[in-house]
């Protein structure tokens, strides 16, 4: 870790959901949230911090020198930041982008604040309209879960295209299973998981309809087959913890 860049973990405890709610609100990316965001997804994503760790081993391997970077959903930054700790300043330049301003406005302090030196920049855009500069990596950390399903196809046959011959996609999502069973058993460890991390079962529950019909999963098998449609040649699964995945798309140098 670059001793310039460390990551930010300041942030408040999420109790957002841990007293009764009359009416649970649908779940949204506002000041509340980005002000406890790190402890919230540290605590509800598992492997959330491997995956932040192999994504800049992924950039060491795949990324040309000085080439480009998109973090699509980036929220506080936390992938850039990843980068920024493990890369030279000049080895690559980085375009955060995110809907919420209280993420963006965050995001652009702490790269200011913890990495003054590399090319860091972050823009408050909707990435299903955003015009894309040719890339060397482009990653989406559970951001495409986010969007409405009708309009992921479309999204990722744009980022295909931005991507430079021998480019990676890297996609970072949370997943059901076909099988019935399989998915009762991933989602009812998940909650363990959460229950070992401080969450109680009100949280997890008002957690649970807060995020109703905002964040949508697809099976693994379907965002396989959404990259092939894209126009990616080859896509694996390299990294699963429960009902969590994170894959890679590679466009053929
Ligand atoms: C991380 N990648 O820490 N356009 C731009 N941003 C969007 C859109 C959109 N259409 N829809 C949602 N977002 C981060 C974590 S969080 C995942 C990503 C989570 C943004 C939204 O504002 C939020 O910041 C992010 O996508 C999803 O590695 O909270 O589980």
């Not at 990324?63 to 959903?73: I, K, M, P, Q, T």
């Not at 401080?198 to 098998?221: F, H």
Request: aromatic share 10%; with cysteine; net charge negative.
């Amino acid at each position: 870790m670059n001793p310039a860049c460390p990551m930010s973990d300041a942030s408040y405890r999420d109790a957002i959901f841990s007293t009764p709610l009359d009416r649970v609100a649908r779940f949204s990316f506002d000041e509340q949230v980005v002000a406890c965001f790190p402890d919230m997804i540290r605590r509800s994503v598992p492997g959330y911090g491997q995956i932040l760790g192999m994504l800049s081993l992924i950039a060491q391997r795949h990324l040309r020198h000085g080439a480009h970077v998109y973090d699509l959903g980036c929220s506080l930054g936390a992938s850039g930041l990843a980068l920024a700790g493990a890369l030279p300043f000049d080895a690559f330049r980085y375009t955060g982008v995110d809907l919420s301003p209280a993420m963006v406005e965050r995001a652009r302090q702490t790269f200011l604040e913890e990495c003054p030196e590399h090319a860091m920049q972050v823009e408050e855009a909707d990435i299903r309209t955003l015009d894309y500069a040719p890339s060397g990596m482009i990653i989406l950390n559970f951001t495409l879960q986010f969007l409405p399903p009708e309009d992921r196809d479309a999204l990722l046959a744009r980022l295909y295209q931005a991507l430079e011959p021998g480019g990676v996609l890297v996609l970072s999502e949370k997943t059901v299973d076909i099988d019935e069973r399989d998915n009762a058993w991933r989602v009812e460890r998940y909650h363990d998981f959460k229950r070992a991390n401080g969450y109680s079962d009100l949280e997890i529950s008002q957690k649970r309809t807060a995020l109703e019909n905002v964040l949508v999963p697809d099976t693994l098998e379907a965002h396989h087959a959404r990259l092939k449609k894209a126009g990616f040649p080859r896509s694996l699964t390299w990294f699963q913890y429960l009902n969590f995945a994170s894959m890679i798309a590679f466009k053929e140098g």
